[in-house]
């Protein structure tokens, strides 16, 4: 079926459309196209990573270098592991640079999540009695850095959410104090909204420098960004 060409807008419209189908909601199929039309979820599917939130973790180690050789490294809320994969090669816990020393990755989530070569993965809930315990005998010793994605599950209203992940990164944190070696690293995504300062408050007290980030891999309609404190005080 030909397109007519009117008041200069007769190019074709090349972005993929979703049908709606019969029973599927409405945010549901604009969710679906969003997701069909993202470069970064094109580029994961190309790339071999497991979501789009890889190229975030990428960004912000691009900026501030803490997936360093040697380092040991937990993920909180690993599912469904693209920031594991991203780290993998440059803190070289394969062992594949020679020459350069080898990083420890561990990976904690509630659920299953599959193998990735060169990282270590276990079902726990950062919140349990003696969880900072149990991930320091996992890696042998304290953590060079502790990051984490985790957003908790969507009320549908803003301010509800913005409080649960303040709270989630909040529990973040205070895990952090007591994996971290001195000196260590610890990153987290928050949502701006203004929440945020007695966690921004404590991070200052704890870590020499604290810095927020919106990596471009970050839609550009989410409140999202990434706190990124280094230096622990220990």
């Avoid at 008041?7 to 196209?33: C, F, I, M, N, Y």
């Avoid at 270590?120 to 809930?125: F, G, K, M, R, S």
């Amino acid at each position: 079926m030909s397109e007519k060409n009117t008041s200069g807008r007769g190019q074709r419209d090349l972005r993929v459309r979703v049908k709606t189908a019969k029973g599927r909601k409405l945010s549901s199929k604009l969710w679906l196209e969003r997701q069909l039309n993202d470069p970064y979820v094109q580029r994961a599917l190309k790339d071999g990573y497991r979501g789009r939130a890889a190229y975030k973790i990428l960004e912000i180690d691009d900026k501030y270098r803490f997936l360093v050789p040697g380092a040991r490294v937990v993920d909180l809320g690993c599912a469904p592991g693209g920031w594991l994969q991203v780290a993998v090669p440059r803190v070289n816990s394969l062992g594949e640079k020679s020459g350069k020393a080898v990083g420890t990755l561990l990976g904690v989530d509630l659920q299953e999540v599959d193998p990735i070569p060169g990282t270590e993965i276990h079902v726990l809930d950062f919140l349990d009695e003696g969880a900072d315990d149990k991930v320091k005998a996992w890696l042998g010793g304290q953590a060079d850095v502790v990051m984490s994605d985790m957003a908790a599950s969507s009320s549908g209203h803003k301010q509800t959410d913005h409080l649960r992940i303040i709270n989630l990164c909040e529990a973040a944190a205070y895990f952090a104090f007591d994996v971290l070696a001195e000196g260590g690293t610890f990153v987290a995504k928050v949502l701006a909204g203004g929440a945020e300062g007695d966690l921004q408050k404590v991070l200052k007290e704890k870590f020499t420098k604290v810095a927020n980030f919106k990596p471009p891999a970050s839609r550009s309609d989410s409140s999202e960004k990434f706190v990124v404190a280094t230096g622990f005080r220990g």
